[in-house]
Nanobody
Framework: QVQLVESGGGLVQPGGSLRLSCAASGRTYSIYAMGWFRQAPGKERDFVAAITWSGSATTYADSVKGRFTISRDNAKNTVYLQMNSLKPEDTAVYYC?????????????????WGQGTQVTVSS
């Protein structure tokens, strides 16, 4: 099992920045990749960004390219999501997820482990 704990959400004005963190514990040696997903009220959970545990590959949703950056610190078993130039439409609960197998990183149903989520609200 892998346990994931997100932190760093909050309220920010449009154009502002936030950094989310996701700390992994347990069988972290089994992780192949980690991703961030988000879910706004009344909407489906959408892919945001993902990174392989080795750091060799990253991928982003078109809606966040150029504004968000995913990174990882293997020594701390932590993945980060740096979010810049935030927009009101970025408002959602952000979830961290981990998967043990390779494949298309944007598919939520391929992730076995999920955090509890952290709220991000972009509003003036």
């Amino acid at each position: 099992q892998v346990q994931l704990v997100e932190s760093g959400g909050g309220l920010v004005q449009p154009g502002g920045s936030l950094r989310l963190s996701c700390a992994a514990s347990g069988r972290t040696y089994s992780i192949y990749a980690m991703g961030w997903f988000r879910q706004a009220p009344g909407k489906e959970r959408d892919f945001v960004a993902a990174i392989t545990w080795s750091g060799s590959a990253t991928t982003y949703a078109d809606s966040v390219k150029g504004r968000f950056t995913i990174s990882r610190d293997n020594a701390k078993n932590t993945v980060y999501l740096q979010m810049n130039s935030l927009k009101p439409e970025d408002t959602a609960v952000y979830y961290c997820a981990a998967r043990p197998r390779p494949g298309t990183l944007s598919y939520a149903n391929r992730y076995d482990y999920w955090g509890q989520g952290t709220q991000v609200t972009v509003s003036s």
